[in-house]
Structures are given as C-alpha cells and as structure tokens.
C-alpha cells in the first residue's frame, strides 16, 4: 500500500512538473521555429492570436508572430496535430485596419490581401505592428518607384 502510495505521488509530481515546463515553453519565444528566406530577418517577435471564422463564430488560435522584412509569418502553439501556419507576402497586402476580438477588445487589427483572403491578428500594442507594416509597404512601393 505504501508503494501505491508512493508511486502515485512521483506520477503526480512529474505530471505537475511536466505542465510548468509546457507553460514555460509557451511563455518564451521561440524565433528559431521560423523558416527564413535568403536574405529575410526578423524584426519584431511577438505573442498574439489569429482569429479565423469557423462555424460562423470566431475561433482563437493562440501563437507567436515573425515580423520580418519580407512578410508576416503565424505558427500557432500546439504544433503537434500540424499546426496553423500562416505567411503574408507585404507584397501581396492591399490594406492593414484596426478590428475589434470578439465585438469588444480593441486589440486586432485585419489584413486584407489581393486574393480577398482576410487575417484578424490580435496582439497588445496593435498600433506599434500596424505602423512596421505600413512602413515595409510603403518602402516596398517606393523602391518599385525607383526602380521603374
């Protein structure tokens, strides 16, 4: 009985231990989980949420955010049954708007793209990730500019 016992503390011990570590690994970032194009760099790493429309109700996915000079980049937390991956060539973007999560929190902002796909990104300080991607815009659009 005493073994049982025993037994069922160390199980339960290492359960417990194993959940911190899974929230201390959510907790950090993890910019080495990204895929970088020659010549690409990140230049904000960020926590936040992509929204996606299922079932006629909003569905959060919780991630981490790659801001790099050439695109926006989404892995979701759980990767483990594939995962939600998103990337979004600046090229591709026809307008950056602020947006509301749930009707309520001013904390979102959508991205609309030229194929009319739509992506609700909710991160804190929304302001600060709207303006880095309006500048790569409009210095994408001034260097084609140039270059004509």
């Known amino acids: 009985m005493l073994m049982v016992t025993i037994l069922g503390y160390i199980t339960g011990f290492l359960i417990f231990i194993g959940f911190i570590f899974l929230m201390i690994k959510c907790i950090k ?5 990204f895929e970088l194009l020659e010549g690409e760099e990140i230049l904000k790493n960020v926590k936040g949420d992509y929204w996606q429309k299922a079932y006629g109700q909003e569905v959060q996915n919780s991630g981490e955010f ?4 050439q695109r926006i980049m989404f892995r979701s ?3 483990w049954f594939g995962g939600l ?3 979004i060539s600046y090229k591709e973007i026809m307008s950056v708007e602020k947006s ?3 009707g309520l929190l001013p ?3 959508t991205v609309k793209t030229a194929n009319s796909e739509s992506y609700k990104f ?3 300080k929304r302001h600060i990730y709207i303006d880095l991607i309006n500048s ?3 210095k994408g659009t001034q260097n084609q500019g140039e270059q004509n």
């Open 66 to 69: 790659a801001f790099t000079n």
């Open 136 to 138: 790569i815009i409009k």
């Open 100 to 102: 509301l999560v749930q």
């Open 29 to 33: 970032l993890h910019p080495e989980q």
């Open 77 to 79: 937390t759980f990767q």
């Open 122 to 124: 909710a991160i804190m």
């Open 107 to 109: 904390v979102a902002f």
């Open 85 to 87: 991956n998103i990337e």
